[in-house]
């Protein structure tokens, strides 16, 4: 029996020694991490190998635990906690960093005229009942319409109208609009997100279902666009061609104003502005007279006042020439 | 994903769960899942349990087969990591060609990031060592050793990624007395022919992977002296050799090295993590809203009589103060 190697073993898992080290340990106490960058010695690694790997981690946990404890501390109530610094070692995230919500139609529109949002009661103020009532749900102002028992026939309304009949089907109409109204912004959105991602059409072959599905979609509407333009390409104007089923409705160019009021009267002050030294130094005027303008001199077209004043000269001599102008005219109508 | 339908939460616990499943400014940990090939050796198993032993209890096994070669067709991982929530993979294969084959993968947005194929050479599981083992849940401490994992690109994608594994997730704060048990030693060997060219994937180094459990011995009386550290192996103890690599997309690489710009205030309060149920009024005094449960007015003390009387030998077990503070 021999218990030199094992005595050896144990000697070697009972110590605390560490190995000396040319280059520093580095440790990443954020991650809890230590790396010994010194090569692993050859000759230890072939001689006696586990012995070898527990003296490196030894080492190199000792300088780590080295560092942890030099860290700064808080107590609470259930013990001494050791506050750990950002890690230095950049690791790959699981997931993207979340994008900003794409504003709501709603949304824009009260950025743009500096609506802040207003957090709505629950309950509303009911003046009859002086009483709180919910604003929606059983027994609310909502549905006040449709549930109280008694309706007022005002003159001229018909003998077979159901008053709570219809305040309800007032009411699911406006959930209907709001439902239509909150799919057209996440159409939006979408859309929105495709256009982004057209920017950046970088990305190969690797695309995620969303992107894919975003794709589609603009690809469809480039079709259906040269489609029209296709259609409205016959000497018609596509008036007497066949309707092909499912086809999409023609829609025009809607115009577009500017608000009539912004948030900051800044762009309405330069816009103002624009127009008055538009006026001021005739902008219009002078791209008009540009046509023949081999006579322009100092804003006067020379040529133009010369033609206008033999014009007005045989007018004043006699009606003979002016007559002769007009059967000129005449002549090469015919 | 394209298996996966759509889901529009239907009341509010689901959509709070789905919201989880959102991209997030601070992200919570990495969750694996463990998952084995058509044909497994016993080996591969019982490394496969040791590492799961080891990542509990952030890590999902799946007990049956699958068809999966990652390498070949990624597809099956995908759609595994969008339905589990999670991005961290560890298939066990076994072939003739390739005997007993780890492969880690790596996903980032639910598509393959990288991955790294080891084979195992020489393993010797938990239940080997007659030691103490780590608690469940405890955070390993990690140490590599040798140059290679700072200047080979083979050896710093495994040191990216096995950091990743275990301590990918940073904590803001530790208890270090008893908030650490063991450690997770990774060291590759060195070149063992002078001649030997680290070009050839033949010649790469073992990389040698052990856990031993850690003992504090605090060399003084002063708690604020750094204390000498004892080691005893633990298990699992696996030498892995390197067999392929694939690297990451470089757009995908950058998009998930992005960091958030955090403020200052935001990471002391809760790291970007919305805080409920604390607030600060104008006084600019901390407010904090206790939930308390229905009080139970069973025990409630009603008229005291001598017939009521409680005995010494039938006491109540004594309520316990709340203590609410600010």
């Known amino acids: ?334 | 994903m394209s298996m996966l339908r759509t889901i529009k939460p239907k009341n509010a616990r689901v959509k709070r769960a789905l919201d989880k499943r959102e991209p997030q400014l601070v992200e919570n940990e990495k969750t694996a899942i463990f998952v084995r090939g058509q044909s497994t050796s016993d080996i591969v198993r019982n490394v496969m349990k040791d590492l799961y032993a080891l990542k509990r209890p952030n890590a999902i096994n799946f007990s049956r087969k699958n068809d999966i070669h990652p390498f070949e067709d990624t597809s099956s991982l995908e759609f595994f990591a969008n339905k589990n929530d999670s991005s961290l993979f560890v298939t066990g294969l076994h072939s003739k060609k390739r005997p007993n084959n780890l492969v880690f993968t790596r996903m980032f947005d639910g598509r393959v990031l990288d991955m790294i194929e080891l084979g195992v050479d020489d393993f010797r599981g938990m239940d080997e060592f007659d030691s103490p083992k780590s608690s469940v849940g405890v955070r390993p401490l990690m140490v590599f050793h040798s140059d290679l994992f700072d200047v080979h690109p083979k050896y710093q994608a495994i040191k990216s990624h096995l950091l990743d594994f275990y301590n990918g997730h940073a904590l803001t704060e530790i208890p270090l007395i008893g908030g650490i048990e063991h450690v997770i030693s990774i060291t590759a060997g060195p070149l063992l022919n002078s001649e030997d060219n680290l070009e050839d994937e033949k010649n790469l180094p073992k990389i040698h992977f052990r856990v031993y459990t850690l003992k504090l011995i605090s060399s003084g009386n002063s708690g604020f002296k750094i204390p000498k550290i004892q080691l005893t192996e633990m298990g699992p103890s696996i030498d892995l050799s390197i067999r392929r690599i694939q690297e990451p997309d470089e757009e995908m690489l950058k998009l998930s090295n992005k960091r958030p710009k955090l403020d200052k205030s935001k990471i002391e309060s809760g790291l970007g993590k919305k805080k409920k149920n604390i607030e600060t009024d104008n006084m600019g005094d901390k407010i904090g809203k206790l939930h308390l449960e229905k009080q139970d007015l069973s025990k409630m003390q009603g008229r005291k009589m001598k017939g009521l009387k409680i005995r010494p030998n039938q006491k109540l077990t004594s309520v316990n103060d709340i203590v609410i503070d600010e």
């Open chain 1, 1 to 334: 029996m021999d218990v030199t190697s094992e005595l050896a073993n144990y000697a070697a898992a009972n110590s605390t020694t560490v190995l000396n080290r040319a280059t520093p340990i580095i440790t990443d106490a954020g991650l809890l991490a230590a790396f010994d960058n010194t090569p692993v010695d050859p000759e230890e690694y072939r001689a006696n190998l586990n012995q070898h790997l527990l003296a490196l981690t030894l080492t190199s946990t000792q300088s780590l635990i080295t560092s942890l404890f030099g860290l700064p501390t808080k107590s609470t109530s259930s013990g001494k906690l050791t506050i750990l610094p950002t890690p230095e070692t950049i690791l790959p995230r699981e997931k993207p960093l979340p994008k900003p919500k794409p504003l709501t139609k709603w949304e824009r529109f009260a950025k743009e005229k500096g609506i802040s949002h207003k957090r709505k009661e629950k309950d509303v103020w009911d003046e009859e009942l002086q009483d709180w009532v919910p604003r929606w749900g059983k027994g609310s102002k909502n549905r006040q319409g449709e549930e109280q028992w008694l309706h007022e026939v005002k003159a001229g309304d018909e003998a077979d109208q159901d008053p709570a009949k219809t305040a309800k089907s007032e009411r699911k109409a406006r959930i209907a609009k709001n439902e239509k109204q909150q799919a057209g912004n996440i159409a939006a959105a979408a859309r929105s997100s495709a256009s982004a991602l057209a920017g950046t059409s970088s990305t190969k072959g690797e695309l995620s279902q969303e992107d894919k599905k975003s794709l589609r979609e603009r690809r469809k509407d480039e079709l259906q666009r040269s489609m029209l333009i296709s259609k409205t390409s016959t000497a018609s104007l596509g008036k007497y061609d066949e309707k092909i089923e499912g086809e999409p409705k023609v829609k025009g160019v809607k115009r577009k104003f500017e608000p009539t009021s912004t948030k900051d009267y800044k762009g309405e002050k330069e816009s103002q502005l624009d127009v008055l030294n538009k006026l001021e130094k005739g902008v219009g005027k002078v791209k008009k007279s540009k046509k023949g303008s081999a006579g322009e001199e100092g804003g006067l077209n020379v040529r133009k006042a010369v033609r206008f004043q033999g014009k007005v000269d045989r007018a004043n001599g006699g009606g003979g020439g002016g007559g002769g102008g007009a059967a000129g005219k005449k002549g090469k109508r015919r």
